[in-house]
């Protein structure tokens, strides 16, 4: 069964960086991209971005273009979400989700959220 | 503001159909496929429809959904309790070069 397991909760300083981690099993990960959804508390869902785990393509959403990094290692199925010079607004539960090869398009996996806590 | 608009709430007693719509642009929702989500807080998102109407297997028939123009609209028929969730859209926007959420419709289960 397709499992995506993302890493444990993450309390940061203002400023610091964050690397989030998502290990996909159970279907080629090379046959699908992993996009990154975030919910602030009290907000709605919020796209970040996607990464082809095939050729490593990626889109990102202006919001967090300068700050964000999305990386796949196909040797151990695991994409990785970092974001960099963290804000109070970037406290969130991060989700990756399974997406389509080439593009973004719907998510039908997701994982079960990382809770980042970004404090002064 | 949401460039995808979705009603803050919606309720309905159980058995009764209710409907969530989604209404965008032609850059986003009259351009592309949308997908619909239910969300309760604190756990995983589930993809109950993708390409405007179709369902994941094990998503029941009760969730359905169809496209006129640039909205959209979620129908759940024979409402459960369990049904009681957050409830999103979801599109590419070809003018923003992003996947947009719509803001997200709360559903009560009187």
């Known amino acids: 069964q397709v499992q995506l397991v993302q890493s444990g909760p993450e309390v940061k300083k203002t400023g610091a960086s964050v690397k989030v981690s998502c290990k996909a099993s159970g279907y080629t990960f090379i046959g699908y991209g992993i996009s990154w959804v975030r919910q602030a508390p009290g907000q709605g869902l919020e796209w970040m971005g996607w990464?082809?785990?095939?050729?490593?393509?990626?889109s990102y959403a202006q919001k967090v273009q300068n700050r964000v990094t999305m990386t796949t290692d196909t040797s151990t199925t695991t994409a990785y979400m970092e974001l960099r010079s963290l804000r109070s607004d970037d406290t969130a539960v991060y989700y990756c989700a399974r997406d389509y090869q080439t593009a973004p398009y719907f998510f039908d996996y997701w994982g079960q959220g990382s809770l980042v806590t970004v404090s002064s | 503001q949401n460039v995808l608009t979705q009603p803050p709430s919606v309720s309905a007693a159980p058995g009764q159909r209710v409907t969530i719509s989604c209404s965008g642009s032609?850059?986003?929702?009259?351009?592309?496929?949308v997908s619909w989500y239910q969300h309760l807080p604190g756990t995983a998102p589930k993809l109950l429809l993708y390409d405007n109407t179709k369902r994941p297997s094990g998503i029941p028939d009760r969730f359905s959904g169809s496209k006129s123009g640039t909205s959209v609209t979620l129908v759940i028929t024979g409402l459960q309790t369990g049904d009681e969730a957050d409830y999103y859209c979801?599109?590419?926007?070809?003018?923003?070069?992003?996947?947009?959420f719509g803001g997200g419709t709360k559903l009560t289960v009187l």
């Open positions: 979801v599109t590419w926007d070809r003018s923003l070069s992003v996947m947009l």
């Open positions: 032609s850059s986003n929702i009259g351009y592309n496929f």
């Open positions: 990464i082809s785990a095939y050729n490593g393509d990626t």
